[in-house]
Structure formats: structure tokens, C-alpha cells
């Protein structure tokens, strides 16, 4: 007869994401997991496979707290201000917990750019993929500009963004606002 389990698979993976955001995979081992989120390896391979089981569930965790966030952007219409508002909204969420951490979409990419993992890379390139049409989409309220200044325009703006997630790891508030707005003075 199979025990029943003694903790909330939800909880725990937000436990787990929160140790991944902060140290990413690879410094992230099965007894740091264990102790974060207050389960056995046993009950973790049960529940999720192994480390990489959790850390994808982690990655799922983290686009449904920044799912908010996302849909704000998205229907929005204010064009490139919305753009720049989206900036400062991903901002704020690393800070929201008291961690300094910068995105953890954007921590897992520059992670995996090398790796073979064929289910990280999908799901990081469907991200970058979906942000980029979104900057495009924004972009486009503004009608002067042709097809081929909107995706340089939308280029910069997905390194830019990558460039804000790891500055949030290290520079202070004053310096993150400062990048924020003169990454919008010209655009």
C-alpha cells in the first residue's frame, strides 16, 4: 500500500524554485533540495523524477508568479511605455521576496546556452520567442516604424532585458533605474 504524501507538491517546488533562482542548477545539489524543501530524496524522486524533474516543475512555478506580471503586459496598449513599465515590473519581482537574484528565466538561459538539454532550451527559446513578439507587438503601436526597425528595435530590447536581469544581481536601485531609463530615452 503506497504512503500518502506529507507535503504539498506546489509548496515544496516553490521552496525548490526559489534555491534555483538563487543558485541555479548546477550549484544547486539534492541535499540543498532536501533541506529547502523539507522532504526526503526519496519522496523528491517519487514526486519529480530527479533534480532535473524539479527544476523544470521550478521554471513552470516561476512563469505562473510572473504570470501577472506578463498578462499586465500584454494588455496593455500604451506602446513603448508599456515596454518600459514591463522593465520595472520584472525588477520588482526579484526584490519581492528580499533576494537580489535578477529573472530566473534569464539565469536558467545564460546557464543552459551550452547545455544539450533539449527540454530547457525548448522552453527557454519559447520564452525569449514569446518576449521578443511581445516587444514587437508594443513596437508596432508606434506605425512609423517599418518591419525592419522593429526587429532591431526588438533585438536590443530582449539583450537589454537580459543585461537588466543580471545588473538586478549587483547594482543598486538607483543604477537599475538610471539603465531603465536610458534604455528608453532613444527608443
Not at 523544470?56 to 496598449?77: I, R
Not at 533576494?99 to 546556452?113: D, L, Q, R
Not at 512609423?144 to 532585458?161: G, I, P, Y
Not at 537580459?162 to 536601485?173: F, M, P, Q, W
Amino acid at each position: 500500500m503506497a504512503r500518502k504524501k506529507q507535503y504539498n507538491e506546489e509548496e515544496v517546488i516553490e521552496k525548490a524554485m526559489y534555491l534555483f533562482w538563487r543558485n541555479g542548477y548546477e550549484n544547486t545539489s539534492m541535499q540543498m533540495l532536501e533541506k529547502q524543501m523539507g522532504i526526503n530524496k526519496f519522496s523528491i524522486y517519487a514526486s519529480f523524477g530527479n533534480k532535473h524533474g524539479v527544476f523544470v516543475e521550478s521554471l513552470k512555478c516561476y512563469q505562473e508568479k510572473t504570470k501577472t506580471m506578463f498578462d499586465k503586459f500584454k494588455n496593455a496598449s500604451g506602446g513603448v511605455e508599456d515596454i518600459k513599465q514591463f522593465f520595472y515590473d520584472s525588477v520588482a519581482i526579484g526584490y519581492q521576496q528580499g533576494f537580489e537574484k535578477g529573472c530566473m528565466v534569464t539565469n536558467t538561459y545564460n546557464e543552459f546556452s551550452g547545455s544539450e538539454d533539449q527540454i530547457i532550451k525548448e522552453q527557454m527559446a519559447s520564452f525569449m520567442k514569446s518576449l521578443k513578439n511581445l516587444f514587437i507587438e508594443k513596437l508596432k503601436m508606434d506605425s512609423t516604424k517599418n518591419d525592419e526597425t522593429l526587429q532591431k528595435q526588438a533585438n536590443f530590447l530582449v539583450l537589454a532585458k537580459h543585461g537588466l536581469a543580471a545588473a538586478t544581481r549587483v547594482n543598486d536601485k538607483k543604477e537599475i533605474e538610471d539603465y531603465i531609463e536610458m534604455t528608453f530615452k532613444n527608443l
